[in-house]
C-alpha cells in the first residue's frame, strides 16, 4: 500500500465548490478538488487535494454534471471538455468509475482529463526524443543487463526530458517494451516492459525503474502487461509533476498515477478493468 494519505474528503464543501460557477469558484479562498480522468479509457482515477488521493470508488460522488475539464496531451495544452456524472464503468469492474465527456476541442491524444484546477497543472511541457537514440538505448540495454537479460533486444517506445521537481533539473522518462507475443497469455526469456528514470542523484545520475517487468526466463502461464506515459502533471499543487502510467494487457487496461516522496516514486492512485 502507498505511503501517500488516502483521505476522505469533505463531501459537502467539495460539491459546492466544484458545481458553483467558475467565477464563484475561483473566489474560494479554500482550492477545489482536482478531479483527474483519463479520457482514452474514461476511467475516473480519482481525486487529488493537497497530500490526500481519493480512489476512483470514492471519488465518483464527487463528480457532478456540468463540470468543465481542462484536456493536456504530453504535447500541453490540448483542448476543452464537459463532463457528466460519473457512472459505473461495467458490472465486472464495480470498483472502476467513468466520466462521460462531451468533447469541444482536442489537438492531441493521449489525453488526460483535469476538472476542478485553480493552478497550472502543467507548468512545464516534457520534450519528446527521438527514441532511435544509441545513448538511451545503451542506458536500456545496460539496466536490462544488470537484471538478467544478457543480450536484450531494446525498444524503446516513448522518451520524455523534463524538470519534473522544478529545480531546473532535467529528468529523462524511458518508456521501453518487447514482448515477443504482444498481447499473448505467456512471456519468453528476454521479454520486458518498463518504465526508467533517469535523474541526477547526489552529484550522480542513476537509471532506476519507475515501474515494469523484466524476464531472464519464460513462464507459460504469466500474462505480460504492457506500459506507456500518459501524462506528466502537478496534480496535487506542490510544483512537483505527477507521472501517469498506462498498463494494457490481454483483455484489460487500467492508469496508474506516481507521486514524489522523500524515498522515491510511488503509486497513489488508478483505475482499470480487465477480465
Known sequence: MPRARILFLCLALALAAISAPPQAAHAQEEPTPVIIVDLSSGY???????????????????????????????????????????????????????????????????LMAIGGAMHDVMPRWPEQLNTSSEMYRGFVADFLRQNGIPNPQVTITQLLRVDLEGDGTDEVLIAATHLQDDYGLEVHAGDYS??????????????????????????????????????????????????????????????????????????????????
Open 194 to 275: 518498463i518504465v526508467l528514470l533517469r535523474q541526477l542523484v547526489n552529484g550522480r545520475v542513476e537509471t532506476t525503474m519507475l515501474e515494469g517487468e523484466i524476464f531472464p526466463v519464460a513462464d507459460q502461464y504469466f500474462v505480460p502487461t504492457k506500459r506507456s506515459i500518459q501524462g506528466v502533471l502537478d496534480f496535487d499543487r506542490d510544483g512537483v509533476m505527477e507521472i501517469v502510467l498506462g498498463f494494457s494487457y490481454y483483455e484489460g487496461h487500467s492508469s496508474g498515477i506516481f507521486a514524489k516522496y522523500v524515498d522515491g516514486w510511488e503509486y497513489v492512485i488508478g483505475a482499470g478493468c480487465g477480465l
Open 44 to 110: 475516473l482515477l480519482g481525486v487529488a487535494h493537497f497530500d490526500a488521493w481519493l480512489e476512483s470508488s470514492m471519488a465518483a460522488d464527487l463528480v457532478q454534471p456540468k463540470i468543465n475539464y481542462e484536456l493536456y496531451s504530453l504535447n500541453g495544452w490540448a483542448g476543452t471538455a464537459v463532463g457528466l456524472a460519473a457512472e459505473e464503468y461495467s458490472e465486472i469492474c464495480p470498483e472502476t468509475y467513468a466520466v462521460p465527456m462531451i468533447v469541444r476541442q482536442v489537438t492531441d491524444g493521449p
